[in-house]
Each structure stands twice: as structure tokens, then as C-alpha cells.
């Protein structure tokens, strides 16, 4: 068995994705912790299976109950944080990106475009969408606010 690497008492989250396997609450956590300064790195099986998350994301086999684009999106934020420098937007995933938010625009789920938004401007792009109307926008500003 893989040794996994040290964690402070602050990682419970952590320790309880690790042994339920729950790689995206894995990467979540350590995502989160890496950004709050706490020290917790990746084993190298679950950096292969993160990667592996990504490729599956990509070719629509991905496991989240979530349009793929937006799939694709969370997986290139994660990578970004844990290791930066080694997230490839592709023009297949930029398409992929703003498919999601066209999704999200029309069924008016103003949270997860705003979500989708905020993941995008992390990664360094943008995603389109038809024009939200004044009631929208505000709807879509109140969830990017409660997001960042």
C-alpha cells in the first residue's frame, strides 16, 4: 500500500476522501488546502488518477454529474493549483467550456454559470453565452459575488 503523505488535524476532509477513493474530493481538498497554505501534497497514484480524470473528463467519460465543458473546467482549475503551469486549455475544451455555458444560460442555473465564469477567469479564458437580461445579470452577479 502507498504510504499517503503527512496531513495536519486541519485536513479531516482529506483524510475521509482518501479512504473512500473519492478522487475529485481528493483533488478538491487538496486544492482547498493548497490554497488556504496548509502543507498536503498528492501521492503518486492519486496524481495519475487526477490526470487521469482530466483525459476521461475530455472524452466525455467523465464521472460528476455535470455538463462536460464545465467537467473539463474543474480538472484544469485543479491541476492549475496543484501544479501549476501543467493545465493545456485546448481549443476542443474552450468549446467544450462555452457549450456549458450556453447549457447553464438557458436553463437560467445562474449559480453555475457564475461558477463556470469564475473557473474560466482562473484558468486564464473566458466562456460565451447569449446576453443575460437585466434581472439575469443581476441574478448572475449575485451568485458570482456569493462565489468569490
Given amino acids: 500500500m502507498e504510504k499517503?503523505?503527512?496531513?495536519?488535524h486541519a485536513?479531516?476532509?482529506?483524510?475521509?476522501a482518501r479512504l473512500?477513493?473519492?478522487?475529485?474530493?481528493?483533488?478538491?481538498?487538496?486544492?482547498m488546502n493548497k490554497l488556504q497554505g496548509l502543507e498536503s501534497e498528492s501521492t503518486p497514484t492519486e496524481k495519475a488518477a487526477i490526470q487521469a480524470e482530466l483525459a476521461n473528463s475530455r472524452a466525455g467519460n467523465g464521472y460528476l454529474p455535470l455538463p462536460q465543458g464545465y467537467q473539463v473546467a474543474?480538472?484544469?482549475?485543479?491541476?492549475?493549483t496543484?501544479?501549476?503551469?501543467?493545465?493545456?486549455?485546448?481549443?476542443?475544451?474552450q468549446?467544450?467550456?462555452?457549450?456549458?455555458?450556453r447549457e447553464f444560460r438557458e436553463a437560467k442555473n445562474?449559480?453555475?454559470?457564475?461558477?463556470?465564469?469564475?473557473?474560466?477567469e482562473y484558468l486564464g479564458t473566458t466562456v460565451t453565452y447569449e446576453?443575460?437580461?437585466?434581472?439575469?445579470?443581476?441574478?448572475?452577479?449575485?451568485a458570482l459575488a456569493e462565489i468569490k
Fill in 110 to 120: 445562474f449559480w453555475q454559470l457564475a461558477s463556470l465564469v469564475h473557473t474560466a
Fill in 4 to 8: 499517503q503523505p503527512e496531513t495536519t
Fill in 20 to 31: 473512500e477513493g473519492d478522487v475529485y474530493n481528493i483533488a478538491r481538498n487538496l486544492q
Fill in 82 to 93: 496543484l501544479w501549476p503551469g501543467t493545465e493545456q486549455i485546448t481549443e476542443k475544451d
Fill in 11 to 16: 485536513q479531516p476532509e482529506l483524510e475521509k
Fill in 131 to 142: 446576453k443575460l437580461s437585466e434581472q439575469e445579470q443581476v441574478e448572475f452577479g449575485d
Fill in 74 to 80: 474543474r480538472w484544469l482549475m485543479i491541476h492549475k
Fill in 95 to 101: 468549446t467544450m467550456m462555452n457549450e456549458a455555458a
